[in-house]
């Protein structure tokens, strides 16, 4: 990122040609690049901590030791610096429209539902859900619920829940077993009558159907 933002010559470069040549100068210049592409990188990571949407590890932890702001234990950068940004950005009285704002900021225009009802006194929150399984869906629903609990008046009921539907990856099977009984009644003296077959199918645990018919020898 730094090379990208503000890329600096070598050292080396800085020295007449005949000079870079000999071993001395290169070995010279090559402990003092190093020391300097530290410092070079502090002065980039400063420059990014002045603001929250570029903030590194550090800096972020500085505002939230500011502000006293506590994460989650597995919140990702991203997360935190949403805290920090609503601590920042959040200011009295709160409305409908900001809260929607940081909403969207949070979540994406497109993953967010709000449903207000001021009549009844009642906000409900549905967020899309990004993948069927995961822990960012969780973390996701997490930082709504910091921020409705910051902005939401105490007198409203507030519902957030994770939605979406995904295709089955994988074969769904009921519970219990499925077997099939077979009753055979025939008798013994005299094969020239029609005679009785008693089937019996089970389903799963309890249900079964049964079917008996006549059947006849050829």
């Known amino acids: ?28 210049t090559s402990l003092a690049q190093t020391e300097l592409d530290v410092i070079l990188e502090r002065i980039d990571a400063l420059l990014s901590d002045l603001f929250v949407d570029t903030a590194t ?34 200011s009295l009285p709160y409305t409908i429209r900001q809260y929607r704002e940081l909403l969207y900021e949070l979540c994406g225009a497109e993953n967010v539902e709000i449903t207000l009802k001021a009549n009844e006194y009642y906000l ?32 409203m009921v507030y519902f957030a829940v994770l939605f979406n539907h995904f295709e089955p990856e994988h074969t769904l099977y009921t519970a219990g077993a499925v077997s099939m009984k077979r009753n055979y009644q025939i008798p013994m003296s005299v094969i020239s009558r029609d ?11 309890s249900l ?3 079917i008996k018919q006549p059947i006849k020898e050829v």
Do not use: W
């Not at 990122?1 to 007449?16: A, C, F, G, N």
């Not at 500085?62 to 920090?84: D, S």
């Not at 990004?130 to 921020?147: F, K």
């Open 57 to 90: 590890l550090s800096g972020i932890e500085h505002r939230e030791q500011m502000y006293g702001v506590i994460p989650e234990p597995n919140a990702t950068l991203e997360e935190r610096r949403f805290a920090v940004k609503m601590k920042e950005t959040t």
């Open 208 to 210: 079964c159907s049964r």
């Open 124 to 155: 409900g929150v549905r967020i899309r859900a990004a993948q069927p399984t995961g822990g960012e869906n969780l973390a996701m629903l997490r930082s709504v619920n910091l921020l409705s609990k910051q902005m939401v008046p105490a007198n």
């Open 1 to 28: 990122m730094l090379k990208e933002l503000q890329p600096h010559k070598r050292l080396l470069d800085y020295l007449p040609d005949f000079l870079q040549h000999y071993r001395e100068y290169q070995v010279t």
């Open 195 to 205: 005679y009785d077959m008693q089937e019996t199918t089970y389903y799963g645990s």
